[in-house]
Nanobody
Framework: QVVLVESGGGLVQAGGSLRLSCAAS????????MGWFRQAPGKEREFVAA????????SHADSVKGRFTISRHNAKNTVYLQMNNLKPEDTAVYFC???????????????WGQGTQVTVSS
């Protein structure tokens, strides 16, 4: 089992930046594909970004491409989401998730964190 704990959320003005972190328990972090998702009030959870086990391959949703960047540090068991040029529509609870091996994907994740709130004011 993997326990994921997100941090780094908060309130920021439009145009600002935040970096989210997700710390994972266990010694097999490098065996997991990692992803970030978000859920805004009244909306379904949506895919934001994913990264392969080695970090060599990433995928970002069109809505965040060019503004958000996913990365990972396997020695620290941590995945990051750098968010720049934030917009009010980015306001949501952000979740990290892990998927055992396989290619990066937008679904099929096994473990989820509790989420961290990101609020972007206009």
């Amino acid at each position: 089992q993997v326990v994921l704990v997100e941090s780094g959320g908060g309130l920021v003005q439009a145009g600002g930046s935040l970096r989210l972190s997700c710390a994972a328990s266990g010694r097999t972090f490098s065996s997991y594909v990692m992803g970030w998702f978000r859920q805004a009030p009244g909306k379904e959870r949506e895919f934001v970004a994913a990264i392969s086990r080695t970090g060599s391959t990433t995928s970002h949703a069109d809505s965040v491409k060019g503004r958000f960047t996913i990365s990972r540090h396997n020695a620290k068991n941590t995945v990051y989401l750098q968010m720049n040029n934030l917009k009010p529509e980015d306001t949501a609870v952000y979740f990290c998730a892990s998927k055992w091996r396989g290619p990066i994907a937008t679904s099929g994740y096994d473990y989820w964190g509790q989420g961290t709130q990101v609020t972007v004011s206009s």
